[in-house]
């Protein structure tokens, strides 16, 4: 299994530097994402989001058309390259959706916040190499540590069990139930340090993921401000 995984992303990695690579989005010749694709990573997606500080989520874009091309060609085929544009889109949206409201705080002088990278299964972490959040909140971090805010990246939960993929479970009920109890805090020591939590992940669909994530900062006392991520489903935003 990891021969082949390694063996996969050697070709994939051989096949763009002989061919001319197409924007992940609608394939436009030699771009990475085409300045259209690219500006529908630019919006300010609020999601009502109970038991965080800030009472929403954020996301850059609705996951669907170029969106969820560009997105399912770095997250599951290997287009690494489109991590420093997911990652200059997180950064945006941590300037225009979390940092003015932090700013308004008076304690803001005062609050540390860990950035933590929502975590994948075993399955998902085989198959990809990597854990492709962690790009993401590390974009997060730099952004708030420019605004002059106290964060760090910690790595700090993780899934014990098997978590199918939330797009892939039949019915609401089924992808909200999936990964009930899998998440646990991984590095209680470094996270208790942290007075706020940020979660970042790619996707939210049913949040199913993102409140077990909550759950399991709460149990150790720990406040979750918000999530980031780079897409919301339709219908939630």
Same mark, same amino acid.
């Given at each position: 299994?990891?021969?082949?995984?390694?063996?996969?992303?050697?070709? =994939? +990695?051989?096949?763009? *530097?002989?061919?001319?690579?197409?924007? %992940?989005?609608?394939?436009?010749?030699?771009?990475?994402?085409?300045? #259209?694709?690219?500006?529908? $990573?630019?919006?300010?997606?609020?999601?009502?989001?109970?038991?965080?500080?800030?009472?929403?989520?954020?996301?850059?874009?609705?996951?669907?058309?170029?969106?969820?091309? +560009?997105?399912?060609?770095?997250?599951?085929? @290997?287009?690494?390259?489109?991590?420093?544009?997911?990652?200059? /889109?997180?950064?945006?949206? %941590?300037?225009?959706?979390? &940092? !003015?409201?932090?700013?308004? =705080?008076?304690?803001v002088k005062t609050i540390r916040?860990?950035?933590?990278?929502? !975590?994948?299964?075993?399955?998902?972490?085989?198959?990809?190499?990597?854990?492709?959040? *962690?790009?993401?909140?590390?974009?997060?971090?730099?952004?708030?540590?420019? #605004?002059? $805010?106290? %964060?760090?990246?910690?790595?700090?939960?993780? &899934?014990?069990?098997?978590?199918?993929?939330?797009?892939?479970?039949? @019915?609401?009920?089924?992808?909200?139930? =999936?990964?009930? @109890?899998?998440?646990?805090?991984?590095?209680?020591?470094?996270?208790? %340090?942290?007075? /706020?939590? &940020?979660?970042?992940?790619?996707?939210?669909?049913?949040?199913?993921?993102?409140?077990?994530?909550?759950?399991? *900062?709460?149990?150790? @006392?720990?406040?979750?401000?918000?999530?980031?991520?780079?897409?919301?489903?339709?219908?939630?935003?």
């Amino acid at each position: 299994g990891g021969f082949r995984t390694g063996a996969s992303r050697c070709l =994939r +990695a051989f096949g763009f *530097l002989l061919f001319p690579r197409g924007c %992940a989005g609608c394939d436009m010749p030699d771009q990475l994402l085409c300045p #259209s694709c690219l500006s529908g $990573l630019s919006d300010v997606v609020a999601r009502p989001m109970p038991r965080t500080a800030m009472a929403f989520c954020f996301a850059s874009a609705l996951y669907r058309g170029s969106t969820r091309a +560009a997105i399912l060609a770095w997250k599951d085929h @290997g287009d690494l390259e489109l991590g420093r544009v997911f990652g200059a /889109s997180m950064a945006l949206l %941590a300037r225009r959706g979390v &940092i !003015p409201a932090l700013r308004r =705080r008076a304690d803001v002088k005062t609050i540390r916040i860990a950035v933590v990278p929502v !975590p994948s299964s075993r399955h998902s972490l085989r198959h990809r190499g990597r854990l492709h959040t *962690l790009d993401l909140a590390g974009a997060v971090v730099r952004q708030l540590r420019s #605004s002059g $805010l106290d %964060a760090s990246l910690v790595n700090g939960l993780d &899934i014990r069990g098997n978590a199918g993929k939330s797009v892939q479970v039949a @019915g609401s009920r089924g992808r909200a139930n =999936r990964i009930n @109890g899998l998440v646990h805090v991984r590095s209680r020591l470094r996270l208790q %340090a942290y007075s /706020s939590v &940020i979660l970042v992940d790619d996707i939210i669909t049913t949040a199913s993921t993102l409140r077990e994530c909550m759950r399991a *900062l709460s149990d150790e @006392g720990l406040c979750t401000l918000t999530a980031l991520l780079i897409a919301s489903t339709a219908g939630h935003g």
